[in-house]
């Protein structure tokens, strides 16, 4: 349930408390026609980029109740006026868009297409320019041998950290392999195409935590289960190396020592490969900690291991939980590399509850989900293995059926602070809360005035500069852009 956008390099700079912002809004609202729903994917030279759908998006699903997915896209100026708008749709007749992304100042439309003659799905891009002007159609990156009965997870784009590049990641599973593609294209247009295969079976393996580094290699976290128990699970890093064709397989946690998630990041500064998860004792939080698995430019590993006790645990039970809980329900949204090699880890307390109940008045069963996005953690460690400190921002968000759509927060980071941004229900309505933390720990918090929103979609935001997001915000039922300065 992760979709923080990836926040930049935490600079240790003097920091220090600022809390003025300034809110402008587009002039007319964004959901017409049905698109209820949008996302900001991107800012290019001109203005602002928004995807919109008439289902929720962040979701692999293409249908929900009657609805059958459909896209569009609106571009909005540095004013946020509105320039045009228009529906997304594949210039190949029978073609499934699977992603639309912003790269190297233009709109890509990226889509595939099952061929029947060969068992070949080809994939294709269109791109697009700021004025909604095709530049590019039919784009071929390349295409893929599917074995029919096979498992086909979701195609992905992956973004390298210095934008340069776009992988496009296909992975083709059977009972005991996994059989991955990487598709790359660059900003001058070279293509490649990297095929590697992994030794388990489509049941044995989840992938997650994608990355392509800026020299195409790929990295990628999963869950191992045990032949002998498949509720015993490890976890397992893959890197696959462009230049040798060939894959490195970490075991970064057995069945003894369990992580509970894992995320996959670049320190441009060190040039390392940072990857963080937290290590889980499902009796208390003194038997957790924080591992960080470090990748140097010449592939050697180094582990660090730190130890949550002292006043990282004592923030981290409260005062309201003496007794001490799991780590379980915590979702790593960012791991930032530090300037010094050490990080600073941001989770939040996400999880979902479902029941079914009978309606008397219909005389049919209904289904129900729940989202719940509590409280966020954040941990600031050191390259030699201790917890600098630790912060918990306390909030509890809970939602039915909408897939938490004003639950969890906004972030931006900047060379000062570390701010963020969430809905605060505070019984009758929505209060928009406004969290700064410095590089020591420091935290403070307040209202944001609102400008007559009533809320902001804070999953769906992009950090557009050091100190400004851009956000869908609801007003009166409506949902407008809204650009947030915070000076």
């Given amino acids: 349930m992760s979709y923080r956008a990836t926040l930049t390099l935490l600079l240790l700079f003097s920091f220090s408390f600022s809390y003025s912002q300034s809110v402008q809004l587009s002039s007319t609202n964004i959901n017409q026609g049905g698109f209820d729903y949008a996302s900001v994917i991107g800012k290019l030279d001109e203005g602002y980029v928004v995807l919109q759908s008439n289902i929720p998006i962040g979701t692999d699903k293409e249908r929900v109740g009657l609805k059958t997915r459909k896209l569009q896209i ?58 909604g002007k095709s530049v590019q159609l039919k784009n071929k990156l390349g295409s893929v041998a599917i074995t029919k009965f096979n498992n086909l997870e979701k195609i992905r784009v992956l973004l390298s950290p210095d934008k340069n590049n776009f992988g496009v990641y296909i992975n083709e599973s059977d009972d005991n392999n996994q059989n991955i593609n990487i598709l790359t294209c660059s900003n001058i247009g070279e293509i490649s195409n990297n095929a590697f295969k992994l030794n388990f079976g489509s049941g044995q393996l989840y992938l997650s935590n994608f990355m392509l580094d800026n020299s195409n290699n790929f990295y ?107 780590l379980d329900n915590y979702t790593i949204q960012d791991l930032i590399p530090r300037e010094d090699g050490g990080a600073l880890l941001v989770a939040e307390a996400q999880y979902l509850s479902e029941y079914s109940f009978y309606d008397q008045f219909t005389q049919t069963f209904n ?47 900047n060379n000062e602070e570390i701010g963020i941004i969430y809905n605060k229900d505070s019984g009758r309505n929505f209060e928009l809360m406004h969290v700064l933390i410095t590089k020591d720990g420091q935290l403070s918090s307040k209202r944001i005035s609102k400008s007559n929103i009533d809320a902001i979609v804070p999953k769906y935001n992009r950090q557009t500069n050091a100190t400004e997001i851009c956000v869908p915000v609801l007003i009166k039922r409506q949902l407008y852009l809204a650009k947030i300065e915070f000076e």
């Fill in 367 to 413: 289904r129900r989900t729940e989202y719940h996005f509590d409280n966020i953690v954040l941990f600031s460690i050191s390259p030699d293995g201790n917890i600098d400190w630790c912060k918990v921002i306390k909030k509890e968000q809970v939602s039915m059926d909408d897939f938490g759509i004003f639950s969890s927060f906004a972030s931006y980071l």
């Fill in 74 to 131: 609106s571009f909005f100026d540095d004013q946020l006026t509105r320039k045009w708008q228009a529906p997304m749709s594949c210039s190949i007749n029978g073609a499934t868009i699977e992603n639309i992304f912003a790269f190297d100042n233009k709109i890509i439309l990226l889509y595939s297409l099952f061929s029947k003659d060969n068992n070949n799905i080809e994939i294709y891009y269109d791109s697009f320019n700021s004025d």
């Fill in 220 to 326: 990628s976290s999963g869950q191992v289960k045990s032949k002998e128990n498949k509720k015993q699970k490890s976890q397992y890093l893959f890197c696959y190396l462009k230049s040798i064709n060939a894959v490195i397989e970490k075991v970064v946690s057995d069945i003894n020592s369990p992580i509970s998630d894992f995320i996959i990041k670049y320190n441009p500064v060190k040039n390392e490969i940072v990857c963080g998860g937290i290590g889980v004792d499902n009796t208390s939080y003194s038997g957790s900690g924080i591992k960080l698995l470090i990748i140097d430019s010449l592939f050697n590993f180094r582990e660090v291991n730190y130890s949550i006790q002292g006043s990282s645990l004592k923030e981290l039970i409260g005062e309201r939980n003496n007794s001490g809980i799991s």
